[in-house]
Nanobody, 124 residues
Framework: QVQLVESGGGLAQAGGSLRLSCAAS????????MGWFRQAPGKDREFVAA????????YYTDSVKGRFTISRDNAKNTVYLQMNSLKPVDTAVYYC?????????????????WGQGTQVTVSS
């Protein structure tokens, strides 16, 4: 079993930045692909970014390309989402997730573990 705990959410101004962190328990982090998803009120959960075990494969949803960066530090069992040039449309609860695939995936159904979520609110 893997526990995931997100942190770093909060309130930001449009154009500002936030850095989300997701700390994973256990000793299997280096063998987990990791992803970030978000869900705004009344909307479906949306894929944001994913990173493979090695970090060699990275995926982003089109709306965040060039603004968000996913990275991981296996020594710290942590995955990050650096969010720059934030827009009000980025407002959502952001969830960290982990799966056991090699490459990572955009499909939330493929993820085995989920964090509790952290709120990101971007004001105009």
């Amino acid at each position: 079993q893997v526990q995931l705990v997100e942190s770093g959410g909060g309130l930001a101004q449009a154009g500002g930045s936030l850095r989300l962190s997701c700390a994973a328990s256990g000793r299997t982090f280096s063998r987990l692909s990791m992803g970030w998803f978000r869900q705004a009120p009344g909307k479906d959960r949306e894929f944001v970014a994913a990173i493979s075990w090695s970090g060699g494969l990275i995926y982003y949803t089109d709306s965040v390309k060039g603004r968000f960066t996913i990275s991981r530090d296996n020594a710290k069992n942590t995955v990050y989402l650096q969010m720059n040039s934030l827009k009000p449309v980025d407002t959502a609860v952001y969830y960290c997730a982990a799966d056991t695939s090699v490459t990572g995936t955009r499909d939330p159904a493929k993820y085995d573990y989920w964090g509790q979520g952290t709120q990101v609110t971007v004001s105009s």
